[in-house]
């Protein structure tokens, strides 16, 4: 299996300021057939599903505030929030689809 | 739009069989483009993807390993949906299970809390 490892576990962010999140790969994601990176960032807050944001690793889904953007190569990847607004505040997790079993990592939690 | 729609027992008794029937809008289960994936979370586990079919002029099936021996996910096209059946449950298997669409998980479920208690 491939082991994805998330960074930082939690952050607090003020509003209008930045945040990073690290996800690293234990395997090389690169799609050939497309020259992407088979790497997704979801948000989930509580009582909710995973909310799609970033898939091929920077490609924003349909309704993604463009505050959100992915970028990365081969094995490490990261997702920044520009300006970090109230309701951001949630868990995302990256996850892996360059193979089954598909993989996630363990999840970043942000505050305010 | 891509809707799913999730049904199913809240609670099972180990050793029992978990059920869960994901219902599709949008979208065909039989699309020569999709695939569809059951998914499930849990504290000690985190989000842990179960399997997933697809159909590529025949069924495909594709399961983790750990879940195997247990697991069947298997579409119903007359109703337009996909379940999955997980047998010999124990107390390890109480999760919130959910139903995704894609490779990269574009649309979800809602989500079934299942228990595995006695």
């Known amino acids: 299996d491939i082991v994805m490892t998330q960074s930082p576990d939690s952050l607090a962010v003020s509003p209008g300021e930045r945040a990073t999140i690290n996800c690293k790969s234990a395997?090389?994601?690169?799609?050939?057939?497309?020259?992407?990176?088979?790497l997704a960032w979801y948000q989930q807050k509580p009582g909710q599903p995973p909310k799609l944001l970033i898939y091929?690793?920077?490609t924003r889904d349909s309704g993604v505030p463009d505050r959100f953007s992915g970028s990365g190569s081969g094995t490490d990847f990261t997702l920044t929030i520009s300006s970090l607004q109230a309701e951001d505040v949630a868990v995302y997790y990256c996850?892996?689809?360059?193979?089954?079993?598909?993989?996630f990592g363990g999840g970043t939690k942000v505050e305010i | 739009q891509v809707q799913l729609q999730q049904s199913g027992q809240g609670l099972v008794k180990p050793s029992q069989t978990l059920s869960l029937t994901c219902a599709i809008s949008?979208?065909?289960?039989?699309?020569?483009?999709?695939?569809w994936n059951w998914v499930r979370q849990s504290p000690s586990r985190g989000l842990e993807w179960l399997g997933r079919?697809?159909?590529?002029?025949?069924?495909?099936?594709d399961y983790a390993v750990s879940m195997r021996s247990r697991i069947t996910i298997s579409p119903d096209t007359s109703k337009n949906q996909f379940s999955l059946h997980l047998n010999s449950v124990t107390p390890e298997d109480t999760a919130i299970y959910y139903c995704?669409?894609?490779?990269?998980?574009?649309?979800w479920g809602q989500g079934t809390l299942v228990t595995v208690s006695s």
């Open positions: 995704a669409s894609g490779w990269a998980l574009f649309h």
């Open positions: 091929w690793a920077s």
């Open positions: 996850q892996q689809y360059f193979l089954t079993p598909f993989t």
């Open positions: 395997h090389n994601l690169l799609y050939s057939s497309n020259n992407k990176y088979s």
């Open positions: 079919i697809y159909y590529r002029s025949s069924w495909i099936e």
């Open positions: 949008g979208d065909s289960v039989s699309s020569n483009s999709a695939a």
